[in-house]
């Protein structure tokens, strides 16, 4: 099915390491979001990409880095992991980053730091 | 982007009419009025967003006052598997910078 696809589902990190947190969408997108959600929250904005080849930041950026790798490929990467990240994570995509485009999110990554 | 206030939760019998009320009385000419919904932690999905005029489709009706400081979503027959948070969202047209910006949403529990 055509779609945002994350890679991994579930991730457990001790404090101190670093991953990558992978998401492809196959729709020809052009803009793509990273969001955290912590428990009983709504969802967060981290970093976005209007087109390929930008980034900027969102609301809580800190502590995360993103790569625009190419159209189909936005990766949000944790140096240097710690409790406080521990979230879920939702990566979107969206025909064009205005408001009358809607966004279809992944499934989501479940990262646990111990 | 505009503010929004919604219920916590809200309750509703299976195969009658969910309506989800929102509150938007900031709200801007140039906004539009997005819904999202979650169901168990999955990724949000969209249902439905509208400018002005009251919109529908297969999966819900929105129903956006005169003034357009509030809004109603409608699910008219109401299924167990609807049970989900509900976001309402609005969000700027015409500008390249207006994100996707989720509050708490409302608890829409289906029983049986």
């Known amino acids: 099915n055509a779609g945002v696809t994350q890679t991994p589902k579930f991730q457990v990190l001790k404090t101190g390491q670093s991953m990558t947190l992978q998401c492809a969408q196959d729709?020809?997108?052009?803009?793509m979001y990273w969001y955290r959600q912590d428990p009983g929250m709504g969802l967060r904005l981290i970093y976005y990409?209007?087109?390929?080849?930008?980034?900027d930041k969102g609301e809580v950026p800190n502590g995360y880095n993103v790569s625009r790798l190419n159209k189909r490929e936005f990766s949000l990467r944790l140096e240097s992991a710690a409790p406080s990240q521990t979230s879920v994570y939702f990566c979107?995509?969206?025909?064009?980053?205005?408001?009358?485009?809607?966004?279809?999110f992944g499934s989501g990554t479940r990262l646990t730091v111990v | 982007d505009a503010k929004t206030t919604q219920p916590p939760s809200m309750d509703c019998a299976e195969g009658r009419a969910a309506n989800l009320p929102c509150n938007h009385s900031?709200?801007?000419?140039?906004?539009?009025v997005y819904w999202y919904r979650q169901i168990h932690s999955q990724g949000p999905q969209y249902i439905i967003h509208?400018?002005?005029n009251n919109e529908t489709n297969e999966m819900a009706s929105l129903i956006i006052t005169e003034d357009r400081k509030s809004s109603t979503l409608i699910l008219p027959h109401a299924t167990l598997r609807d049970t989900a948070v509900y976001y309402c969202?609005?969000?700027?047209?015409?500008?390249?910078?207006?994100?996707?910006?989720f509050g708490e949403g409302t608890q829409l529990t289906v029983n049986p």
């Open positions: 969202i609005v969000r700027a047209w015409g500008t390249s910078g207006s994100r996707l910006t």
């Open positions: 990409s209007a087109s390929e080849g930008t980034t």
């Open positions: 979107a995509s969206s025909e064009a980053d205005r408001a009358n485009y809607g966004y279809t």
């Open positions: 729709m020809n997108h052009n803009s």
């Open positions: 900031t709200i801007s000419g140039n906004e539009y």
């Open positions: 509208g400018l002005k």
